[in-house]
């Protein structure tokens, strides 16, 4: 008889996994169905116990093919087919990530946030941003910076301006 081969995730491969999909834990947890602790616990356990409800939901929401607890004894015999089978596995789970992400970067490139700028009457402004921009089409959200030399010199020195007055107020109570 030999050893069974017990082979398990990582929980730093779940929050790997997390981050490559563009989740914070919170977001994770929502789309799990657990809670934002079952998260973080997970994360930090060296093992994943692919038979925890809240493991199988998070692999799920992550479109991650998650093997189930694999326990073979005959392990000569299956355990190189077992390996092809996991790596597979996360191939495909890889390969979903990445169409995953260029959605997003489509995505992200249309979306359309609240501009925020500060407007005369002092109140953040309320205009839908340009697709893709943070700002509005009145706050620069059409703008595709400085074009000719003078004006690439202009901002620069307006930034060193705001870099110096920056500095400046850092260092008031020091002496250094
Ligand atoms: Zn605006």
């Keep these: 008889m030999q050893e069974p081969i017990q082979i398990y995730h990582s929980g730093a491969e779940l929050a790997a996994r997390r981050k490559a999909a563009g989740l ?13 602790s079952a ?39 299956r355990g190189r087919g077992l390996r092809r089978e996991i790596a597979e596995a996360d191939a495909l ?24 700028a500060k407007t005369r009457k002092g ?11 943070r700002r509005c089409k009145f706050h620069g959200g059409k703008s595709t910076g400085p074009r000719t030399p003078e004006g690439i010199e202009r901002i ?8 110096k007055a920056e500095a400046a107020r850092a260092h008031a109570d020091c002496r250094c």
């Design 24 to 36: 914070k834990q919170r977001e994770l947890a929502q789309r799990a169905g657990c809670g934002r």
């Design 39 to 77: 998260v973080q616990y997970w994360e930090r356990r060296s093992r994943l116990d692919p038979t925890s409800w809240a493991v199988a939901r998070m692999a799920q929401a992550l479109g991650w093919v998650l093997p189930a607890r694999i326990v073979h004894h005959n392990a000569h015999a």
């Design 93 to 116: 789970a890889a390969a979903m990530f990445e169409e995953w992400k260029a959605r997003e970067v489509q995505r992200a490139a249309t979306r359309r946030v609240v501009c925020g």
């Design 123 to 133: 109140t953040p402004c309320r205009c839908k941003s340009e697709p893709g921009k």
């Design 156 to 163: 620069r020195e307006a930034q060193r301006r705001r870099w």
